[in-house]
């Protein structure tokens, strides 16, 4: 990102903006604290939202402390976000699909090329020509980066905004935005349902998610776990079964017998162990994101067919059928909503496990 971009005021002062209260990060090892924003005025095409609840996902964190520096270095102040639903307050002229009043939401993604073949095909989270994240992103409209979810109001062009059930309560549907949909997309593509064998490793913010869609589907679910206390939440989650990893004895009983596992898990952990466990042509497909790569045996892949592989979000169109799916059945996350300034204590006791099993934000405490 240029410097200029970098140099952008984030006040509401500037034309064809207006001013938004919001939660930043000042610096890589600052505190989150209040600041505020400058949101674009709709255009034709865009629809306004007041934030009623945001969810808090591990990337947040790791995107506010720099941790990602490599790959995607952040620019500050830094406003993450982007497990999104809200109250539409106005809409662009041409828009068509919302009108005030609808509750709606807004995921990791604010605009895509829209001409490429991912983004043709809907799937926009893969665009060939550079996507813009709704939080830390080239913001090619006003300049400077793009701003996420802590705060009480966003502007997005409508499609990249989707419809929230009425049926779903709109905090437990926020981190179906992120953890939902990162988790649905390979369950489907890799058609987990009935008949199926599906394992899910680690019980976390999307683990849990990655349980009640499996079992929803219709696969027999099972969850790998380190921690045996985790047992009974599982099952009142959706597994048939739970295996502790770290006793070889149970993972060998399930040797050569999965379809597929969707592996959660951002720590170091042994790829190979689940790699034995796939039936012929059984695929481990990680959306957990592990620091350092993983050592994979080339035996473990060449005897039985088997794949690894990885999946980001889901695009529009497919997050909108999650959500209609979640509506349908009764789905959401498992949350513990919090005031916006409990942030940075939310930020320590999630590097400690201690949710369950995603903070949320009520966004009508920025108005403290």
Same mark, same amino acid.
């Given at each position: 990102?240029?410097?200029?971009?970098?140099?952008?005021?984030?006040?509401? /002062?500037?034309?064809? !903006?207006?001013?938004?209260?919001?939660?930043?990060?000042?610096?890589?090892?600052?505190?989150?604290?209040? $600041? !505020?924003?400058?949101?674009?005025?709709?255009?034709?095409?865009?629809?306004?939202?007041?934030?009623?609840?945001?969810?808090?996902?591990? %990337?947040?964190?790791?995107?506010?402390?720099?941790?990602? /520096?490599?790959?995607?270095?952040?620019?500050?102040?830094?406003?993450?976000?982007? +497990?999104?639903?809200?109250?539409?307050?106005?809409?662009?002229?041409?828009?068509?699909?919302?009108?005030?009043?609808?509750?709606?939401?807004?995921?990791?993604?604010?605009? %895509?090329?829209?001409?490429?073949?991912?983004?043709?095909?809907?799937?926009?989270?893969?665009?060939?020509?550079?996507?813009?994240?709704?939080?830390?992103? +080239?913001?090619?409209?006003?300049?400077?980066?793009?701003?996420?979810?802590?705060?009480?109001?966003?502007?997005?062009?409508?499609?990249?905004?989707?419809?929230?059930?009425?049926?779903?309560?709109?905090?437990?549907?926020?981190?179906?935005?992120?953890?939902?949909?990162?988790?649905?997309?390979?369950? #489907?593509?890799?058609?987990?349902?009935?008949?199926?064998?599906?394992?899910?490793?680690?019980?976390?913010?999307?683990?849990?998610?990655?349980?009640?869609?499996?079992?929803?589907?219709?696969?027999? !679910?099972?969850?790998?776990?380190? %921690?045996?206390?985790?047992?009974?939440?599982?099952?009142?989650?959706?597994?048939?079964?739970?295996?502790?990893?770290?006793?070889?004895?149970?993972?060998?009983?399930?040797?050569?017998?999965?379809?597929?596992?969707?592996?959660?898990?951002?720590?170091?952990?042994?790829?190979?162990?689940?790699?034995?466990?796939? #039936?012929?042509?059984?695929?481990?497909?990680?959306?957990?994101?592990?620091? #350092?790569?993983?050592?994979?045996?080339?035996?473990?892949?060449?005897?039985?067919?088997?794949?690894?592989?990885?999946?980001? $979000?889901?695009?529009?169109?497919? !997050?909108?059928?999650?959500?209609?799916?979640?509506? /349908?059945?009764?789905?959401?996350?498992?949350? +513990?909503?919090?005031?916006?300034? +409990?942030?940075?204590?939310?930020?320590?006791?999630?590097?400690?496990?201690?949710?369950?099993?995603?903070?949320?934000?009520?966004?009508?405490?920025?108005?403290?």
């Amino acid at each position: 990102m240029s410097e200029a971009a970098k140099a952008v005021p984030v006040t509401g /002062e500037r034309p064809g !903006t207006f001013p938004a209260k919001a939660f930043a990060a000042p610096s890589a090892n600052g505190l989150l604290g209040p $600041i !505020t924003i400058g949101r674009r005025e709709p255009g034709a095409q865009d629809v306004q939202i007041e934030i009623l609840y945001c969810g808090v996902c591990h %990337s947040d964190l790791h995107q506010t402390r720099n941790e990602w /520096e490599a790959f995607a270095p952040t620019v500050y102040p830094c406003v993450p976000g982007h +497990e999104i639903v809200g109250r539409v307050v106005a809409v662009g002229k041409d828009v068509k699909k919302f009108k005030e009043g609808d509750i709606a939401a807004v995921g990791c993604l604010v605009n %895509s090329c829209g001409i490429c073949s991912n983004c043709k095909a809907g799937d926009e989270q893969y665009c060939e020509n550079g996507f813009t994240l709704t939080y830390n992103s +080239e913001d090619k409209i006003l300049g400077g980066v793009t701003y996420g979810g802590y705060s009480d109001s966003i502007v997005v062009d409508e499609g990249f905004v989707v419809k929230v059930p009425k049926s779903l309560d709109p905090a437990g549907a926020a981190p179906l935005l992120c953890a939902g949909i990162t988790t649905y997309s390979p369950l #489907r593509h890799w058609k987990a349902g009935k008949g199926k064998k599906v394992g899910v490793v680690g019980l976390g913010g999307l683990g849990h998610m990655g349980v009640k869609f499996a079992h929803a589907f219709g696969a027999h !679910t099972v969850l790998f776990t380190t %921690s045996p206390n985790k047992s009974a939440d599982a099952k009142r989650l959706g597994a048939d079964d739970v295996v502790i990893s770290k006793d070889a004895a149970e993972m060998e009983k399930h040797k050569a017998s999965f379809d597929f596992i969707l592996d959660c898990v951002s720590a170091d952990h042994d790829m190979n162990a689940y790699l034995k466990l796939l #039936r012929r042509d059984g695929t481990v497909a990680l959306v957990g994101a592990p620091e #350092r790569p993983l050592p994979v045996a080339a035996f473990n892949l060449i005897m039985g067919r088997h794949s690894v592989a990885g999946s980001a $979000i889901g695009g529009l169109r497919e !997050t909108q059928e999650m959500l209609d799916f979640c509506g /349908e059945h009764g789905i959401v996350s498992d949350v +513990e909503v919090i005031p916006i300034q +409990e942030i940075n204590q939310a930020y320590e006791r999630m590097l400690k496990g201690d949710v369950k099993y995603r903070f949320v934000i009520d966004s009508a405490t920025l108005k403290k």
